[in-house]
């Protein structure tokens, strides 16, 4: 069974601090992973990584992917209160040539203090 | 450029009585997807549609559950009747084509049964 596990389920930092969210996978005809911020509803489009060992990075955000070990890590640094949410970690699959699905973990939610 | 548009935002209904939740996707977008979220949860897929076609409906309980993508934009979710345990976030997202392009969210339909 494909899933997605994220790490750790909920952290609390202070303003300034850097953080890192992991998430590990184990899915058949990983096709890209992608991170998403969710703060009331709908989640937003963070990164997507299709390649590994190639960093993304938007502002003080920045993203990674491991294809090897199966997984991926998001880093904040210098955080703020606005960056407190839920992270989204999801893995798109291949399934019989076409578009496959979306598979969501948990997420990790993140409370940053002033 | 809107975005995912659904409706309504929140509904509460008694238990064993229907319920339908619309969504309208990006324009041009030819893959939607129908989410439910639980509190504490990733999302999980209900239903993918591309363009008019149901192309991956594993995860609808099709007892109660039903959907469907007229002409391949608007797109409805139905329960009926509705169970204490159907109480969640119905997420509907589109993209371009499957997750080779990014995905967007609409703002949710919340869902309460008593």
């Known amino acids: 069974e494909d899933k997605v596990v994220q790490s750790p389920l909920s952290l609390v930092v202070h303003e300034g601090d850097t953080v890192t969210l992991n998430c590990s996978y184990e899915?058949?005809?990983?096709?890209?992973l992608l991170w998403y911020k969710q703060e009331k509803k709908a989640p937003t489009f963070l990164f997507m990584l299709?390649?590994?060992?190639i960093e993304k990075k938007s502002g003080r955000l920045s993203s990674i992917l491991d294809k090897k070990e199966l997984f991926s890590i998001l880093n904040i640094t210098a955080t703020q209160t606005g960056d407190s949410a839920i992270y989204l970690c999801?893995?798109?699959?291949?399934?019989?040539?076409?578009?496959?699905?979306?598979?969501f973990g948990k997420g990790t939610k993140l409370s940053v203090k002033p | 450029e809107a975005g995912v548009v659904q409706s309504p935002r929140y509904k509460i209904i008694e238990k064993k009585q229907p319920v339908a939740f619309w969504c309208n996707p990006i324009?041009?977008?030819?893959?939607l997807y129908w989410y439910r979220q639980n509190l504490g949860q990733g999302p999980e897929l209900l239903i993918r549609?591309?363009?008019?076609?149901?192309?991956?409906d594993s995860q609808l309980p099709k007892d109660r559950f039903s959907a469907e993508r007229l002409k391949g934009v608007d797109s409805t979710l139905k329960i009926q009747p509705a169970e204490l345990g159907d109480s969640a976030v119905y997420l509907c997202?589109?993209?371009?084509?499957?997750?080779?392009?990014?995905?967007?969210f609409g703002q949710g339909t919340r869902l309460t049964v008593v």
């Open positions: 997202a589109s993209s371009l084509k499957g997750w080779s392009t990014e995905a967007f």
């Open positions: 899915v058949t005809n990983f096709r890209s």
């Open positions: 299709t390649s590994s060992g």
């Open positions: 999801a893995v798109g699959t291949n399934y019989g040539g076409s578009q496959g699905n979306l598979i």
């Open positions: 324009s041009g977008h030819n893959t």
């Open positions: 549609y591309e363009n008019e076609e149901a192309v991956d």
